[in-house]
């Protein structure tokens, strides 16, 4: 977390990239699957993803499900097993709703 004087930033040092706008927003979408919220009404409402075309959510999530999925998969014996259980629980939610999409 930045405090800032007027605001808190959260930065996810660990994944921390460059990228399309969107690719927050749809990211944070699909991981809200596991808080039971459905990600689908709000990419369709939020200014970054309303005007998207169908194909460049699902690119994303396919790029999202594959990265968290090999992460969790590949990692040797000492990989902390709380991170591949998160990892395995958000790429698999990045599929479900690219499934759903489908």
């Known amino acids: 977390m930045l405090i800032c004087p007027d605001r808190v930033v ?3 040092w660990p994944h921390a990239w460059a ?3 969107y690719a927050d927003v749809v990211t944070l979408l ?3 699957r596991l808080s039971g919220v459905e990600p689908q009404p709000l990419a369709d409402a939020h200014p970054l993803t309303r005007h998207l ?3 460049q959510i699902d ?3 396919v790029l999202h499900a ?3 999925l090999r992460l969790a998969v590949t990692a040797g014996p000492g990989a902390d097993r709380a991170l591949l259980k998160m990892a395995t629980a958000l790429g698999r939610a990045s599929l479900d709703w690219l499934r759903e999409r489908w």
Do not use: E, Q, T
């Open 10 to 12: 959260v930065v996810d």
């Open 19 to 21: 990228g399309a706008p």
């Open 30 to 32: 699909s991981s809200a």
């Open 53 to 55: 075309a169908a194909a």
């Open 59 to 61: 690119d994303l999530l």
């Open 66 to 68: 594959g990265f968290l």
